[in-house]
């Protein structure tokens, strides 16, 4: 054998198939190369520009494109146009490389390329793509381009009247009658951002409109007051100010950046943000005249009419509503920008927005957000250790990693919904641990705490929730690693105190993603002892008749063995029915009927709490034993699920599972869910431990899982109307066209008769059906809310006859009593969770309250009509801002 060279094509030898499949895969990435057009290929350059540095790199981008050959200025208009809508830090390069092609070619006649440059054809066939955006309304996109087309202003590419023109027509949607806030904050945003990048040289034409548009702003942000007051980060039920200390509004910012610097003339506006294209000569307007751009018209919104009413006439579409953005502060302006300044605005914008577009890629989105210091102005963020200190000092210095974790945060925060979901954000912020640990870790830390220190200042209840999922899910991703000694003073609070609150609520989501003895092993000994801090029993099944010594034992394990035997569910009714006949006979039993539900649910549970596929086949198995047990009255509905919350009471999550599965066979109703929820909550055995006539996130939980379902089958036999409703339409049309031929091909007499429409089909009976279950689910749907604002009637302002009263539900919302909640007691701050949790079931559900707001608020307030206490007064207000009965 000869040792000169490896063989590397030995058969069964991994180094040979490493070096041939190393090889194919070069030759397919070659061949790939190969197939990419010259247009393609500078497409991906322009999108590139920058990986080095961006302002050596512009001169070279722009010969390139000049020497292509062919030139395709539509390949160069797209490459800039992707770049610009999905990379928004780059807009002010790609500003300056646009400048740099609207000057004429060298050697060539200014005057002779001056209706003609190649940077005007670029921006012409720009253009085109922008009308898209607008026609599509894709806000985002037509945001990024505005900041493009403002920069250019600035850059002397395009004229100051035509930008000027342009943001007036996103003004005038302000002035429309009937404006929907989503539309509204959109094109406001849009207005008042390219008035900040543009503003310094629009401030100096005779022709600027820049007080008119700052004034319709103002116009349109002082119509929208009361909605502002149910999305404040921080809960306050005693006041109507707008303004808070640790948060700020988008538009209200906005507002206030533009007018700082319409008073200074925009003298702060040119160090706030890049301009490369300054550092090119000034344009001739004589010899290149700047780019007009076209009048534009903001297409209006569409809204889709399916023609579907309620019984009661009112109408069945429900469109989502957009309420104002409140971003939550955790640090000071020194550490973090200031968004009421220029510089600060538009880089928390740009955050924003680059979360928004890689959401499809978090990894790619974490290292973005890190090296984002290399778009801003030097100086902007503190430089890296190690790194040289910039030549130009902004004096700003602010902490990047801060400023990144504070926007993630403040976007995951937002009311009454994030913007992604929780889990996108929650994943980013792992990923950027994971890339420097070392500088987002304290980071985070202190944004934790922050956080945990607000909890007692009036966070808002469903962000305490989320504060209390991301939590755990970080804690699970870093070995459960964190301070507990920190919070051990917290221990002497109030045992409902949301500080005490968090604390259980977070260990329960990490018992979730763990097990109870890991958890528990990472608490200091004060805590693994106090059982309101976290449970001595592990998360389980609690199964009532497992104890030989119980009464109903040997019931219960007859119906085991029945089970476990896998016995058709008519033999276990029968079987059911003669121990029901048994036990009535022996005559020592008050509630026989009660009795039996709790003993076979229980059973049945037993036999599914193995695991989650388990119980899916267990109630799939008796579905019709469920539903004998179930029967068609309210009591025997409410018995099968407190038999669920009894078996569960130990692991609470598994209670809102099976609630679940339960109203997806249909064996309870949602509206059977709402009402057992609020019973609950008003009995001495309060599931969550909470005092009565008050509710928790798990109640909340609970109220949600069911008006989300059934909310979600009025959407489903709505689609399902409207395909039928199209498919018959369809088959008429056809009918139609089929008659309408065959008419026209012989000579009319008298006797031919006239086409009708009820002859071109007979009635459509799936059709009629869809349309029936749709009445049913829809009068379904307006019970389970309307049972939901009887509940919080209940709670929160019952009428003086009730049984339960809640002498703190008018003391919790006065400014004297929230000075002094330092002595609040428990029953204090359940109240004040069981208001957190009524305003945002308002504001989660004001699209359908809204649709509905005649039939709820007749019958849901009806046991506080004419009431003139506090309490009533105060939940009739929220219900109106909710419903837009308040503006």
Request: include cysteine; charged fraction near 25%; proline fraction near 6%.
């Amino acid at each position: 054998m000869s040792y000169d060279r490896p063989h590397y094509d030995r058969p069964h030898r991994g180094g040979g198939n490493r070096r041939r499949y190393k090889d194919d895969y070069d030759a397919h990435d070659r061949r790939r190369e190969s197939l990419e057009s010259p247009e393609q290929i500078l497409k991906n350059t322009i999108i590139k520009l920058g990986e080095v540095d961006a302002i050596q790199e512009l001169p070279r981008l722009a010969k390139q494109i000049r020497e292509q050959v062919p030139l395709s200025v539509p390949a160069i208009s797209e490459g800039i146009r992707i770049a610009v809508t999905e990379q928004p830090y780059k807009i002010p390069y790609y500003a300056a490389l646009l400048r740099l092609l609207h000057d004429p070619t060298e050697g060539e006649n200014p005057e002779s390329s001056a209706s003609s440059s190649l940077g005007k054809q670029v921006l012409e066939d720009f253009w085109k793509g922008f009308q898209g955006y607008l026609d599509k309304l894709a806000w985002r996109d037509v945001r990024q381009c505005i900041h493009f087309f403002a920069h250019l202003t600035v850059a002397q590419v395009i004229s100051i009247e035509s930008m000027s023109a342009l943001l007036q027509s996103f003004a005038a949607v302000l002035d429309e009658f009937g404006v929907s806030y989503g539309r509204g904050r959109n094109a406001a945003l849009c207005a008042i951002e390219g008035l900040i990048i543009s503003g310094a040289v629009m401030a100096k034409s005779s022709s600027s409109n820049t007080t008119e548009i700052i004034k319709t702003v103002q116009n349109y942000n002082d119509s929208i007051y009361s909605p502002k007051l149910l999305v404040q980060p921080a809960m306050s039920l005693f006041t109507e100010s707008r303004s808070m200390e640790n948060a700020d509004e988008v538009i209200d910012t906005g507002l206030f950046v533009l007018k700082s610097l319409d008073s200074s003339e925009f003298v702060e506006a040119s160090e706030s943000f890049p301009q490369p294209y300054l550092d090119f000569p000034d344009l001739d307007p004589t010899v290149s005249a700047p780019f007009e751009l076209p009048a534009i018209l903001v297409p209006p919104e569409v809204i889709e009419l399916d023609g579907l009413a309620t019984d009661a006439g009112e109408d069945a579409q429900v469109k989502k509503e957009d309420w104002p953005q409140y971003f939550f502060h955790l640090f000071d302006n020194e550490t973090t920008p200031d968004p009421a300044t220029p510089a600060g605005f538009l880089v928390r914008s740009q955050i924003l927005d680059t979360i928004d577009i890689f959401e499809v890629n978090r990894k790619e989105c974490a290292r973005l957000l890190l090296e984002y210091p290399k778009w801003c102005v030097p100086g902007t963020f503190k430089p890296k250790p190690g790194a040289p200190e910039p030549e130009f000092e902004s004096g700003k210095n602010w902490q990047l990693e801060s400023t990144v974790i504070e926007t993630v945060l403040g976007s995951l925060y937002l009311l009454p919904e994030s913007t992604h979901k929780t889990v996108y954000h929650i994943a980013l912020i792992t990923e950027l641990c994971k890339l420097s640990p070392s500088t987002v870790g304290p980071a985070v830390g202190k944004s934790i705490r922050r956080l945990y220190t607000a909890l007692g200042d009036g966070f808002d209840v469903e962000n305490a929730r989320r504060f209390a999922e991301w939590f755990a899910v970080h804690m699970s991703n870093f070995g459960f690693q964190w301070v507990w000694k920190e919070w051990l003073p917290d221990l002497e609070l109030s045992e409902q105190h949301p500080k005490r609150t968090f604390i259980r609520r977070a260990l329960e989501f990490e018992i979730r993603l763990s097990y109870h003895d890991r958890v528990l092993k990472t608490l200091p000994e004060p805590m693994q002892n106090d059982t309101t801090v976290i449970s001595d029993q592990t998360p389980g099944p609690a199964f009532e008749y497992e104890d030989p010594a119980h009464p109903h034992y040997d019931t219960a394990q007859s119906i085991l063995s029945l089970l476990r035997g896998r016995s058709k569910a008519n033999e276990v009714l029968s079987h059911i029915e003669s121990l029901k006949t048994t036990l009535e006979s022996s005559g020592t039993h008050l509630h026989v009927d009660n009795t039996i539900r709790s003993i076979s649910i229980h059973c049945l549970l037993s036999i599914g709490s193995r695991s989650f596929s388990h119980l899916l086949n267990a109630i799939e198995r008796y579905l019709p034993l469920l539903r004998g047990l179930a029967g068609t009255d309210a009591e025997s509905k409410q018995d099968i699920l407190s038999a669920v919350a009894s078996f569960w009471r130990l692991n609470r999550q598994m209670v809102n599972i099976v609630f679940d599965k339960l109203m997806q066979y249909q064996i309870v109703d949602p509206t059977d869910v709402v009402g057992w929820t609020f019973e609950n909550v008003g009995g001495d055995v309060h599931l969550s431990g909470m005092r009565p006539m008050s509710l928790s996130a798990f109640e909340w939980d609970l109220l949600r899982g069911a008006l989300d379902k059934a909310n979600g089958r009025v959407m489903v036999a709505r689609r399902k109307v409207a395909a039928l409703r199209k498919e018959h339409d369809d088959s008429v049309a056809r009918v139609k066209a089929s008659v309408g031929a065959d008419v026209g091909s012989i000579e009319m007499d008298a006797d031919v008769k006239p086409f009708k429409q009820d002859d071109s089909a007979s009635e459509n009976p799936q059709l009629t059906v869809a349309l029936k279950a749709f009445a049913s689910l829809t009068r379904e749907q307006k019970g389970a809310l309307a049972r939901t604002i009887e509940g919080f009637v209940s709670c929160l302002a019952p009428s003086p006859s009730a049984g339960r009263q809640n002498p703190h539900a008018e003391t919790v919302i006065t400014e004297q009593a929230w000075e002094t909640r330092v002595a609040w007691t428990a029953d204090e701050w359940n109240t004040w969770e069981t208001w957190g949790w009524y305003r945002h079931f308002c504001r989660t559900y004001s699209p359908y309250l809204r649709n509905y707001q005649e039939t709820l608020g007749t019958v849901g307030f009806a046991k506080i009509e004419g009431s003139t206490s506090p309490a009533a007064k105060l939940m009739k207000k929220t219900w109106g801002m909710a419903t837009g009965q308040e503006s």
